[in-house]
């Protein structure tokens, strides 16, 4: 059976090559303008190149950075209140309406405002992927923290737990698979914001590179640009599901 | 939403508001809630922002329209045929996480500024979850319904028509739900980085314009736009689903 599904996968890999061999036919014989789609060679040259002198390098490090300090700050600040907001049920009935009334707020509308605060800085973009990236984890953490089974509140109650090792020994682990399945959709969130503020900022970063490469007409490069960012958004999602295979170990033994 | 709710939002105006006339602020940034609120009275008035409203969804239910019946397509024949899907497989993993907005300076190249583009953009940001919903929806029915179709004599399409569908039309459904939150997330987007139309590019407008109250009011609208969607989504989901279950089987 694994050798079968071993196959499978070889038989997909092959076929992935045979449309990029496609790709390569298409535009070898001009049937769309090379402006627009840039044989595969090309693309990959681009890639190439732009690892070789830095540059691609240099704006995939940047964007990434940004993606990362953003997530990281609308984890902290999302579990922290979705902590809160969890346990008490004070900021249940006081705070809980407001942030509802914010989330259906799509996540880029906090741009303009954000550039009004910040200008066209890396504080505006870090303040809008922490807002827009927040909503997730927050949620599901408030979700999760909430959804303490009753024996265990019990068990908490007989033991004389204080509020923090409560939320230490208790909730916060029983919230764990909510909170990373809201950090993995955060993780999207900021890589999307990241991108736009870093096509209006024209900071360094992948963003500018593929809005420059369109405006000059490099479709090479920006082909280059999309891949990068394409195998970003494949390695986080991969990277998050191995962290969470690894912290939820624990659930399999039960 | 209980009493206890409103107190916050309600004291955060009501604070911005005195602070706004006791020390009467001169800014580009911030602007006084009753400014604010006759901007967007003034704006829903004159019919500008009902116009945005429209171009924005518009656009956001055509891309729904064109990449929710791509992805319903391509997962019915995925879902169906077995050896095409797992021949596939790797390419759309390998797509499938591109980044809607990172398609954005390709398709300005092919289609332009204006609707096709934010329309392409909103279809290729949906296009995914639907078909990965659907071809999960088409490869979990009931195989003996698929016999049953076979013993039937049924054609293919016929077979699709009066078996699959049905049976695969709730978690269809669901994910075009789903679908539809995204389209109106990525319209907006679109807007704001790019695109000259809608509320994401009325926002942009205001803020180079330096009109924090234009600015806000556009916010404003947006939340009561972004909160009646989902609200209607959500009601027109659970009446579907309701109906599907008088006449599709019961689990």
Known sequence: MRQRDLLWGLASVCFAALLVFLWHLI???????????????????????????????????????????????????????GAWIGISAFARNYVMPTLELLRPLPASAAIPVAITFFGLSDAMVLASVGFGAVWPMLLATAYGVAAVDVRLVEVSRMLRLGRFSYLRIIALPNALPDILSGMRVGLVVALIITIVGEMLTSR??????????????????????????????????????????????????? | MNWRGAILPVSVIAAAQFAATTYGIQSDALASPVEILASLLQ????????????????????????????????????????????????????VRPVPSVAIIPLFMLVFGLGFRLEIAVVAFGVVWTVLVLTRAAVAGIEPRLLEVARVLGMSRAQAIWKIVLPSALPRIFVALRLAATVSLIVAVTVEVAVNPLGLGYGMQIAQQALRPEWMFAYLVWLIIVGWSFNYLLVRIEGIVLRRMNFTGPRR
């Open chain 1, 27 to 81: 535009s070898a014989y001009r049937l769309v303008a090379p402006v627009f789609l840039p044989p595969p060679l090309a693309a990959f040259n681009a890639l190439a190149n732009g690892f070789e002198d830095g540059r691609l390098a240099s704006a995939t490090a940047e964007t990434l950075e940004r993606i990362f300090l953003g997530w990281l700050l609308a984890s902290v600040l999302g579990i922290m209140v």
């Open chain 1, 204 to 254: 360094t970063g992948l963003g500018q590179w593929i809005m420059l490469a369109a405006r000059s007409f490099r479709s090479a490069d920006l082909f280059a640009g999309i891949v990068i960012l394409g195998l970003i958004g494949l390695a986080s999602a991969l990277m998050l599901s191995q962290i969470e295979r690894w912290l939820l170990r624990w659930r399999l033994q039960a």
């Open chain 2, 43 to 94: 704006a829903l008035a004159d019919g500008s922002m009902i116009r945005a409203t429209l171009e924005t969804l518009g656009a956001a239910l055509g891309g729904l329209l064109v990449g929710g019946s791509a992805g319903i397509l391509a997962g019915i024949v995925l879902g169906l045929s077995g050896v095409l899907n797992r021949l596939m497989t790797v390419s759309i993993e390998l």
